[in-house]
């Protein structure tokens, strides 16, 4: 095993020079790159990222002027000369600042998205690079190997030790093997160029690559590991889940404009059915129906109007007084904004679970592609120490005379076709851990071990895939729900949760997610008041849940504005 060890560390050196680019004397003046100084150099070099961080900076100014609309808007409601909304209107200062924290929300994840999308992209043309480079040095190892044996072919040929017809064929194996590395060091050539227009670096300055090698544990249980990071990293699985968050936050800011244009008392059928466990669309839009034809009577008729002058009674139709967005014309031209906004969020909700149903398939599928790449590299492992050792038992054989030169021949070009597949299934290797790192949103940036793979050790992956687990340290869940209403309109709001009473718990208290508490405890029926600035993004925050004096549970809340789900999860012995 250590001599297999050894071989292969060999094999991917620790440090790759680029030979035969440049005279042997400007090695020493060369400049070495890792992998990770490459990361940076790649990303200093990019255009791409430089725009989303300038456009992380613009969603964020556009931030706060949401706030500031928003603050002003309440000032110009107050005042004795406000105008009336329409729904639209409503609904479109209600979410201005929830959509203006959605999209600079977006903006960051779209900038580390593309972080990782970079770093694949160097790391390709880098290692690209490095299997040009072993290709080139293995290759120069062979010219040199058959340059000797054609001067002692010669040196024979002088004494009639050899014929000329041997001599000839080795000359012919010379020159095909200068030929070969003539189109290594090409390959290597347009490798260099390619690293180095990506990296800001002159493709004919003298810098060299290296790297060691390392690998990445693949169980099952990893696989799981990965899909959980990717469901919380991945791009579009968080923009599909902060649609569906907007679109809840939407149905729940026009149920709430409803009840407070029209009353509660004639939301009620329709708050009712919206609390059940499944929504009955077909008794839902007639009970719908119901409502505006509720509305619309109430401005239908006549109102009596007494003349305190003249004693008689004017009947107003009641058309005459209706207020330029009152009764339907609230809804502008979209009296059906509520049932519209509901299917809205269904359909979103929908597109976030077949998001991440193919987010999940996808992390398997690339892990198999990974295991498959892990199971070649292990057999050219295996064979490049077999054919070292064959090679080493036939060089001996050859120094006494008991081969002949064709089978030292054959055992040597063996050697070097098992290093070459050996190059090779490394590198495809590290290009599979690479994509799998790409499909899972980074999950493998904290997996890898250096070393040569331990192939003797690795898991087969032939195992069936079972249900995914809980995370782990995760126990059982809860659904619950939070809601934030304005104690002190525009200067502080009032926090509230509901849990399951079989959670057990008797308290809640807020922290930001970096373990900094927000207030203090609060019975769990109770209210947590604070300023409104700190409620403005209730995903960043975290809820830990008290029985007496223990924490027993905790949750991220979930949703947009004043209201969302809120799933707990209880601790684990000794969290």
Request: aromatic share 6%; proline share 4%.
């Amino acid at each position: 095993m250590r001599k297999l060890q050894k071989a292969a560390v060999a094999l991917v050196a620790a440090a790759v020079i680029v030979q035969g680019l440049m005279p042997a004397g400007a090695l020493a003046e060369e400049r070495r790159i890792t992998l990770e100084e490459a990361l940076k150099l790649g990303a200093a070099e990019s255009g791409e990222l430089a725009q989303s961080r300038l456009q992380i900076q613009a969603k964020t100014i556009e931030l706060t002027q949401a706030q500031g609309a928003v603050t002003n808007q309440r000032e110009k409601d107050s005042s004795l000369l406000a105008k009336p909304h329409s729904l639209s209107q409503d609904l479109g200062i209600g979410l201005k600042f929830p959509e203006a924290r959605k999209l600079l929300g977006e903006a960051k994840r779209e900038l580390a998205s593309k972080e990782l999308q970079l770093r694949s992209e160097v790391e390709k043309l880098y290692l690209t690079m490095l299997q040009a480079a072993d290709n080139a040095a293995l290759l120069e190892q062979k010219w040199v190997q058959t340059q000797k044996r054609l001067i002692t072919l010669e040196t024979k040929l002088k004494f009639g030790a050899a014929g000329q017809e041997e001599a000839d064929k080795q000359k012919d194996a010379v020159d095909r093997a200068q030929s070969e590395l003539k189109v290594a060091r090409l390959a290597l050539k347009s490798a260099k160029l390619q690293l180095g227009e990506k990296l800001g670096i002159d493709p004919e300055s003298t810098f060299t690559v290296e790297a060691k090698p390392d690998y990445v544990v693949l169980t099952q249980e990893q696989m799981w590991k990965f899909v959980a990071y990717a469901e919380k990293h991945d791009f579009e699985l968080y923009k599909d889940t902060e649609t569906r968050k907007m679109a809840e936050e939407k149905v729940h800011l026009t149920r709430k404009l409803y009840s407070a244009k029209f009353g509660e008392k004639d939301m009620r059928l329709i708050e009712a059915m919206y609390s059940t466990p499944a929504m009955d669309y077909e008794l839902f839009m007639a009970n719908y129906d119901s409502l505006l034809g509720d509305i619309k009577r109430k401005w239908e008729g006549i109102f009596l109007i007494p003349v305190p002058i003249v004693p008689i009674i004017v009947p107003v139709p009641k058309v005459v007084l209706q207020g330029e967005y009152d009764g339907l014309r609230y809804f502008d031209d979209a009296p059906y904004s509520l049932p519209v906004s509901m299917l809205e969020a269904d359909k979103a909700r929908l597109k976030e679970q077949d998001t991440r149903k193919k987010l999940i398939n996808k992390v398997k599928k690339s892990y198999l592609d990974a295991k498959t790449a892990e199971e070649a590299y292990a057999q050219a492992l295996k064979l490049v120490d077999t054919r070292k050792t064959e090679l080493e038992a036939a060089s001996k054989k050859h120094a006494v005379g008991w081969i002949k030169d064709d089978e030292f021949e054959k055992a040597s070009q063996a050697s070097e076709e098992a290093q070459k597949g050996a190059i090779a299934g490394y590198y495809a290797y590290k290009s599979a851990l690479s994509a799998l790192n790409v499909v899972s949103a980074g999950a493998l940036d904290s997996s890898w071990k250096p070393g040569t793979l331990p192939y003797l050790a690795i898991d087969d992956g032939l195992e069936p895939i079972g249900e995914q687990p809980s995370e782990p340290g995760g126990g059982r869940t809860f659904s619950g729900k939070w809601a934030v209403k304005d104690a002190v309109e525009g200067v502080t709001g009032e926090l509230t949760v509901q849990v399951p009473k079989e959670l057990g718990a008797t308290a809640f208290a807020l922290f930001t997610k970096d373990g900094r508490l927000i207030g203090g405890k609060v019975p769990l029926d109770g209210k947590l008041v604070h300023l409104n600035v700190v409620f403005a993004d209730m995903s960043g925050l975290k809820v830990q849940f008290y029985k007496d004096a223990e924490a027993i549970a905790e949750a991220v809340p979930d949703g947009y504005g004043s209201s969302g789900a809120l799933p707990v999860t209880l601790k684990g012995k000794g969290e």
